[in-house]
């Protein structure tokens, strides 16, 4: 019992796991606060927040790869609710937040991108353009319903987050958490609830943006293979699980969590077996 | 009239040698013998210490008119602290950001001299793309001739400090400790 009450006590004291639970604190205050006016969605964005106040700044002297990350999450998170006023979820608007999206990438990552030679700025600048398109289309099709939202940004939080601690940065891991801690709480409270949350674009554009960008920047800034990028465009996917309309939102609840995190376990696998060894962190 | 010629010729000599001597003289920078190390609070437990083993650059010193110049380019991603998973941490986004900024610049702006020796350095640190001032003191400095190449040299030993979080590095503060201790080693052949 005492050994148990230790490593609890370990875990308590771990600076990951203090930031991570402040996120999951702010998201679920969020959430629960703005239901009612259909904004629970500015979940993922408070938590986002609560991650970068704690272990890097809002100071925008010197934009970063790092920094234009958090400025484009928080330019998300001011368009997505303008989507869900004005717009259905038709089509056009799903490529217009796809071409959006791609906008992001290219801002976000061209200083890199243009040291490159050509062979390689092809292949990089393509390949974050589809991973970004793709995980936009994947997330607005479900941006509706907010179990399968919610269960996509807690398993594209977490295997992006660890992913990224797996692969050197510890920063962008904990982005990645902060996203996972979001979705957890979203998922909670509709847990408790039995109730579905408003979800709409206002949860799924930040959480496209900041996945979209946090994933790519693991791999052109750390040591993220390549092809972790589309092990997580699985899992969106696997969040699209056909379930019966007649299970309880808990039970769905339950069944799309395992489903998505089995997905989510698959580019961390792949990167311990390739490395063969822990990072140093 | 053929005595006040030579005389002439022989003033203006000795007034070009003079010139010659006093002239601004280059330096280019020896990679092998030219090294950045840190010491850095651990959890404040100890100070850990690496180096980046890859830099270039040139220093300018006229002795006459006790002037002096140096420009430094360290390659971030060639930071090492003897274990390769620490390193890697080390060139990510939460600290040097190799990929990003790959080049780490000083550029002096000043160069006092104690005598004939330059004693203190005053320039600029680009690290991260953000540029601040930084003072070296230096604890050695030589010139002269390589015995094992008979190449004209100089040689210097350097000391100084400066905060990460100036620079916008603040991850893991303040655990990992803020302020580094700069210690650089650098030698360079006349050009």
Known sequence: ????????????????????????????????????MWLSGLAIIAAFCATVYMIADFDFDS???????????????????????????????????????????????????????????????????????????????????????????MGLGASIGVSALLSASALLGQFGFAIAMAGIAYLLLQFISNRLLPCGRTFTIPLTVLCGLIAPAAMILAKLPWYCLPLFLLIPLAAQTPLSGNLSIRLQTLILSVVTIIFSALPVLVILYESGDLPYL | MSRLITLTLAAFLLVSSHQLLAAPERYTLDPTHTYLHFGISHLGFSTMHGRFDQSSGHFMIDNAAKTASVKVNIESASINTGLEKRDDHLRSPDFMNSVEFPVVTYQSTTVRFDGDKPYVIEGNLTLLGVTKPVTLTITGFKCGTNPMNNRAMCGMDAVGSMKRSDFGMTYALPGVGDELKLIIEAEGYKD
């Open chain 1, 63 to 153: 934009l970063t790869i790092t920094k234009k990350i958090i400025v484009a999450g928080l330019v998300a998170s001011l368009v997505a609710p303008l989507f869900d006023l004005l717009s259905s979820h038709n089509r056009l608007a799903r490529y217009l937040i796809a071409i959006a999206c791609v906008g992001a990438v290219v801002w976000v990552f061209w200083p890199v991108l243009e040291r490159k030679d050509l062979a390689d700025l092809a292949l990089y600048g393509s390949g974050l353009v589809v991973f970004i398109a793709c995980l936009s289309v994947l997330l607005d099709r479900i941006a509706p319903i907010s179990i399968r939202a919610s269960t996509a940004a």
């Open chain 1, 1 to 36: 019992m005492q050994e148990w009450l230790n490593v609890a006590l370990e875990w308590i004291d771990n600076p990951i796991i203090q930031v991570a639970a402040l996120s999951f604190f702010a998201a679920l205050l969020v959430a629960k606060l703005l239901s009612s």
